[in-house]
């Protein structure tokens, strides 16, 4: 972005840019076609009926069939019908960004994103903001004027205290688990995923077993690479601990690429096994673009598997 950042403007002013941005850049890649979050039908079991040529025979309720000794299938609430859950980290790890963008502000953007989507399709939307001192939380509504208040505390959020050492941001996760609705829906989760992954992986697994499960991992590019600017005095948000380091040495920085890579690697490996999909965005990059690629590509998967059924 060009010019002031969101959090230099008026906060009328930041939200209608938002809104602009976001929608804009959508409407022009999607050109027009609605955007489903994650591919597929919903989940919410609806009512039974008789099974006809040309089902899906994945839908086949198998104890309605027993009991009425006919074929039945069981038909699926529509996905625009479903409850949508956001969960941002919004902790001292993501106040940092060499891009074009803070992490924060990429997380702002990503949440922008599924809201003004949501809010298309009048789907209810809900949210927990994760601070390092606490967690904020708005129950799930639909309009505009609800999902323009949880942005506007989202770029209100304060800078995170760092230095705690504790994991809010996996028991956050915990708490959306036991707090989102009792349906079947959505959730996205959208962090860095910088805390140790046994803190989130379980509490996300436990939320994706019941709500499809989107995580958004915000990445700035010096997190994966370390340059070459002479001493450089290294800061953990997490814990404030600090490390003085020598960035002239080739091998040093070569052993840090491989250590972040692995961390990479690893944060990927905790989200599959959570059963996430999983989107990553860089500070750097197009975040607009990676997320309709990473739908689109998503839907083409589940045409395919569904024998190229729209």
Do not use: C
């Amino acid at each position: 972005m060009n010019g002031p950042g969101l959090r230099d403007l008026a906060p009328e002013h930041a939200l209608r840019r938002l809104e602009l941005t976001v929608t804009r850049r959508l409407d022009g890649l999607l050109q027009g076609d609605h955007l489903g979050l994650l591919p597929g039908p919903g989940s919410e079991p609806a009512e039974g009926r008789e099974y006809l040529a040309g089902d899906d025979v994945r839908t086949m309720d198998w104890n309605l069939t027993a009991r009425m000794t006919a074929p039945h299938v069981r038909d699926r609430v529509a996905d625009r019908e479903l409850e949508t859950w956001v969960l941002v980290d919004a902790t001292a790890s993501m106040d940092f960004g060499t891009g074009r963008l803070e992490k924060r502000d990429l997380a702002v953007f990503a949440a922008a994103a599924v809201g003004f989507l949501t809010e298309r399709t009048g789907n209810r939307l809900g949210a927990q903001i994760v601070h390092d001192t606490g967690i904020q939380r708005f129950p799930a509504r639909a309009g505009r004027a609800h999902l323009l208040a949880l942005l506007g505390a989202l770029l209100a959020a304060p800078r995170g205290v760092g230095g705690r050492g504790d994991a809010p941001f996996g028991a956050a996760a915990g708490l959306l688990r036991r707090t989102a609705g009792r349906g079947r829906g959505l959730a996205v989760v959208v962090s860095d995923f910088l805390e140790p992954v046994d803190a989130w992986q379980r509490p996300l697994r436990l939320l994706g077993a019941r709500h499809q499960l989107l995580a958004v991992e915000v990445v700035d590019p010096r997190e994966l690479t370390l340059p070459d600017v002479g001493m450089l005095t290294l800061v953990d948000p997490e814990t404030g601990r600090r490390r003085e380091v020598p960035t002239a040495g080739r091998r040093l920085r070569e052993r840090y690429a491989a250590a972040a890579a692995a961390q990479r690697r690893e944060i990927a490996a905790g989200l599959r096994r959570a059963g996430a999909a999983h989107l990553r965005l860089r500070t750097d990059g197009d975040w607009v673009r990676d997320l309709v690629r990473h739908v689109l590509a998503q839907r083409r998967t589940a045409a395919a598997g569904a024998g190229g059924a729209p």
